[in-house]
């Protein structure tokens, strides 16, 4: 994606440099969240929750699969299969009140909304498959850096803007719907919270990390590559976010109204990513074909985001 944009320009002035929402408040929480957590390592509890993160990551690497759901045909070869890709569009204002509102981060009102309309989706297509077991994979960028990198700096030798991607996993499971009369649709944005919260305190995230780079280091990266597949294979979704320019921009002077991006050619019936650009956040979603309905999971998505906004509008 770096080399991409370094191919865009700002379409409003071209000598200006794209801009970006700051990264400070992001290292600052990333600073309080690694105090909290090397303080919590220091327990047994927060040590045994680790081995158990990481002894669940290890089987979903290789034995333990997820149930055959709606979103999850469980058929071989599924990356070969011809895939449907549509997006949607929320306002970031919109998002960021939501956010304000209900006290939590960005990703957990995104990571919250994605999940509720998923279990939409799912509880539409079958009663049976409500309560089913359901993981996600999200993709975290473990590159130690501050903010956006140009072509050039990315491609200098140096520990801090090594080329190549740098990332590992967070297993998420998708919370349970709750099924009654007053049924609360930021209890998922709760859910969702409680969940990245504990996995992200888990040295889980990092060891996983390090088995990856282990094996491209050792064995090579065919090696890696497997682990990989074998992951995604045995999950049945994957959440990948990134954050965009805040200015339009212009490909050969034609200026660009969206802009998304999608992972293809991956195990799984459904793959979700997440892209802000012009003060808007925009919402892919791939399937295989034949197997998800695009339109009605797109359906189940839009409702989630606006039972979401009513629902903390009332709160506050």
């Not at 327990?43 to 045994?48: E, F, K, R």
């Not at 089913?132 to 030798?157: F, H, P, Q």
């Not at 309905?293 to 989630?304: T, V």
């Amino acid at each position: 994606m770096g080399a991409l944009l370094y191919c865009l320009k700002r379409a409003d002035n071209p000598t200006l440099p794209l801009t970006f929402p700051s990264f400070t408040q992001t290292s600052e929480l990333s600073s309080k969240s690694n105090a909290n957590a090397t303080s919590s390592f220091a327990t047994v509890s927060a040590v045994c929750s680790s081995l158990c993160d990481f002894g669940w990551s290890i089987l979903k690497s290789s034995l333990v699969e997820d149930d055959k759901t709606p979103i999850r045909s469980g058929d071989g070869a599924v990356e070969f299969r011809p895939v449907e890709i549509s997006t949607l569009a929320f306002s970031l204002d919109q998002v960021k009140q939501i956010k304000d509102k209900l006290r939590v981060a960005i990703n957990d009102v995104i990571a919250g909304i994605i999940f509720c309309g998923t279990r939409l989706y799912m509880q539409g297509r079958g009663n049976k498959m409500q309560n089913s077991n359901s993981t996600a994979l999200v993709l975290l960028n473990t590159r130690n850096i501050d903010g956006y990198k140009s072509l050039k700096e990315m491609v200098k030798v140096g520990k801090e803007t090594a080329w190549g991607n740098r990332f590992t996993f967070l297993h998420a499971s998708v919370p349970d719907p709750i099924i009654d009369e007053t049924f609360n649709p930021l209890e998922f944005v709760f859910r969702t919270k409680k969940i990245i919260k504990k996995k992200r305190s888990s040295l889980a995230v990092h060891l996983t990390g390090q088995i990856l780079e282990t094996l491209r280091k050792y064995r090579g990266p065919e090696a890696a590559a497997q682990y990989i597949h074998t992951l995604l294979k045995n999950s049945s979704m994957t959440i990948s976010n990134m954050i965009g320019p805040a200015e339009q921009m212009a490909l050969a002077d034609h200026p660009i109204k969206g802009l998304y991006f999608m992972v293809v050619g991956v195990p799984q019936s459904l793959t979700i990513t997440v892209m802000s650009y012009m003060r808007k956040l925009r919402i892919a979603v791939g399937v295989e074909k034949g197997f998800i309905d695009s339109q009605n999971f797109i359906s189940c998505l839009q409702n989630a985001f606006e039972l979401t906004f009513k629902a903390a509008n009332k709160s506050g």
